[in-house]
């Protein structure tokens, strides 16, 4: 990508963006690990296992977090959380709906956008992705596109059918559209999987020998290990959990509601959380 405008000197940045973060994963052949954050415990358990596991993070908020009023009270947690721990911390925008969404997190202080416009004609995609990049980049904020719609249901928004992304799509798109990253559709899916994924991963080792931008691979949870492994050795360097982390801090809020104590309850949701979290940090670095 272009030139960045220079950090004001008055400006305390304290996160990082995901362009940077993205480039230890390409020099070190591992994914950095995309979070879905939707509360308060939830970013505090992932931070912690991103430092038992001294791995930078991308804590990602989607759009159910936007549309249950979350988006600026998320954006000011990540943002003390980076002011306490020594870990890059990316602030990122999972499946911006529109332009003017990208640009109300330009304001809010993210350091990286999404902008999914996959479901759109390409044509349409392409316009809007430019106009992103561009703001963007003008103020050193990274951005992520989408091509092949990814399957499933995420934050309200469904695809029903699995798509493949289009090579030649790829082609084009990477040629006119600077983006720091680049999701693709190889069969994966949002939510839990029913069955083995069917991931294709010779469409996956064709992106990326198109000269793509790093690769990221959406609906990271049920995901076998083995899989996961293989999608980071031919390029994968991002992947998103959302649901499993859901469904491991709700299990924790069930096992204990009982105990009718409020901090005890949130402490055992924590706890599985940070778990899952170290294990999935572990597998997307390789140990
Ligand atoms: P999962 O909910 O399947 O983990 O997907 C998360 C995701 O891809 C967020 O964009």
Redesign the pocket.
Known sequence: MGPRRPRRKDEIILLTTLQEVLKIAEDTGTAIP?F?IDNLEGPEALVEAGEAENCPLIL?V?QGAINAGQLWYLADIVKRLASQTKIPLVLHL??GVSYEQTVLCLRAGFTSVMYDGSHHPFEENVRESQAVVRSAHAVGVSVECELGA?S?V?DGISHKNVNLVDLQEVEQFIAVVDCDALAVGIGN????YQGTPNLDFDRLAACRALGTPPLVL?????TPDDMIRKAIQLGIRKV???????MAFMEGLEATVGQRDFYGMYRQAKTNMYELARKKIRLFQGK
Do not use: K, Q, Y
């Open positions: 995309a879905n990602t989607g999972d499946h990814i499933g995420e899916a949002h939510g839990m959406h609906g990271g949870s049920g998103n959990v959302a649901t499993e982390l859901r």
